[in-house]
């Protein structure tokens, strides 16, 4: 059984950076792609950053425009642990962030998502 479980929210103040990690199992791991999104209250999910599944030549990463420059996705195949580290915060940033597995067969998406962590930023 596939299943992600997110740590790290909290509160913290404006301009503060925060490490979210998601751990994977029940899953070949590297054949995944893996992405944060987040949903604020009343909102709907958005996308925070993806990563596609890595290459010897390529290793695509999308932010969403809200995020550029501020946050970094990363992964650690070995580990089965996806990062969000998340700089600059501000209080727009306050949602749930929800850590997601992906994997393409047979023409079809495969989609896992965690339970998601809470992140506050707020003075």
């Known amino acids: 059984q596939v299943q992600l479980v997110e740590s790290g929210g909290g509160l913290v103040q404006p301009g503060g950076s925060l490490r979210l990690s998601c751990a994977a199992s029940?899953?070949?791991?590297?054949?995944?792609?893996v992405s944060w999104h987040r949903q604020a209250s009343g909102k709907e999910r958005e996308l925070v950053a993806v990563?596609?599944?890595?290459?010897?030549?390529?290793?695509?990463?999308q932010y969403g425009d809200s995020m550029k420059g501020r946050f970094t996705i990363s992964r650690d195949n070995a580990k089965k642990m996806v990062y969000l580290q998340m700089n600059s915060l501000k209080p727009e940033d306050t949602a749930v962030y929800y850590c997601?597995?992906?994997?393409?067969?047979?023409?079809?998406?495969?989609?896992?998502w965690g339970q998601g962590t809470q992140v506050t930023v707020s003075s």
């Open positions: 997601s597995a992906e994997i393409w067969k047979s023409g079809r998406p495969y989609t896992t």
């Open positions: 029940g899953l070949s791991f590297h054949d995944y792609a």
């Open positions: 990563m596609t599944v890595p290459s010897p030549t390529t290793n695509h990463v």
